[in-house]
């Protein structure tokens, strides 16, 4: 066997579909065009009917597939009909990345119920509800790979986070409760813990050199993430080559945590 086919049995996505959430921009919007260059058909998933068509465009631009569906995944019944829609453009996904989320930034006096549910629903619901949805698909297509996207949030509190840090905190573990239930009929669960990359979420750290300069020497290397210190772990973590990594939460925070 060649270099090449040897590399291409571990990491090649050709012939899988994936579905991405949050993909109209920052994190998710890149896993969506990483893992459409690796091969997968890729179906991005967001509320902003524009940034998806420019997503998919420019995706297909560079050779790849990829096809929008619009959702306002704070709509629980909008969930239920993602789950149905999502094989009718390229079959049942096997690779599911669960990138939508949202930071509010409130000091705990100003948390009310409604944005308390609204974090914990996007960023934890989301990811279980879609998820168990998906799961029976992949099984019949003989396995899949979900990616959640957990924090430095879910190992460590930040100001002003404290209903955001609940929700990774949660992500933390209902990946390894996903493990526990699915992997044995050949779905795996990981998570990826970003550092701070340059998203709309983060957008308040990177307006600020201070900040930023600060969170650059927290860090082991010395820096801040750049979207493509992504690529590998998305890839992997979709691919064959992580085919007995289940139940994971990995870190690419440039050692963060570390310190």
């Known amino acids: 066997m060649s270099v090449s086919d040897f590399l291409s049995d571990l990491f090649s996505l050709n012939g899988r579909t994936a579905l991405v959430t949050g993909a109209s921009s920052g994190i ?5 065009k990483t893992l459409a260059r690796a091969g997968a058909s890729v179906i991005c998933v967001a509320r902003r009917q524009e940034a998806l068509s420019a997503l998919v465009d420019e995706i297909a631009a560079a050779g790849g597939t990829a096809t929008a569906l619009t ?24 690779i599911l990345v669960n990138a939508a989320g949202i930071n509010l930034r409130e000091p705990p006096a100003a948390v009310s119920f409604e944005s308390w549910n609204q974090t914990l629903h ?8 879609l998820a168990r949805a998906l799961v029976p698909g992949m099984v019949a297509s003989g396995g899949g790979s979900i990616i959640n996207i957990a924090s430095l ?21 209902l990946t390894r409760a996903m493990a526990e239930a699915w992997s044995r009929n050949g779905v795996r669960a990981n998570a990826i813990t970003p550092g701070f990359f340059p998203t709309e ?9 201070e900040l930023l300069q600060h969170h650059a020497e927290a860090t082991a290397i010395g820096r801040n993430g750049e979207l493509a210190d992504l690529n590998g772990i998305t890839v992997f973590l979709a ?15 440039g050692g963060y945590l570390a310190k």
């Open 71 to 94: 959702a306002d995944l704070l709509d629980g019944g909008a969930v239920e009909a993602l789950g149905a829609r999502a094989g009718d453009a390229f079959g049942s996904p096997t």
């Open 239 to 253: 691919a064959p080559a992580s085919a007995y990594i289940t139940g994971q939460v990995i870190g690419v925070e």
């Open 153 to 173: 949030q879910s190992f460590r509190a930040f100001a002003n986070g404290m209903a955001y840090g609940a929700s990774k905190g949660g992500i933390a573990q």
């Open 122 to 129: 996007l960023n934890l619901g989301v990811p279980f509800f």
């Open 201 to 209: 979420l983060t957008g308040p750290v990177f307006s600020d050199p």
């Open 28 to 32: 998710g919007r890149h896993m969506a």
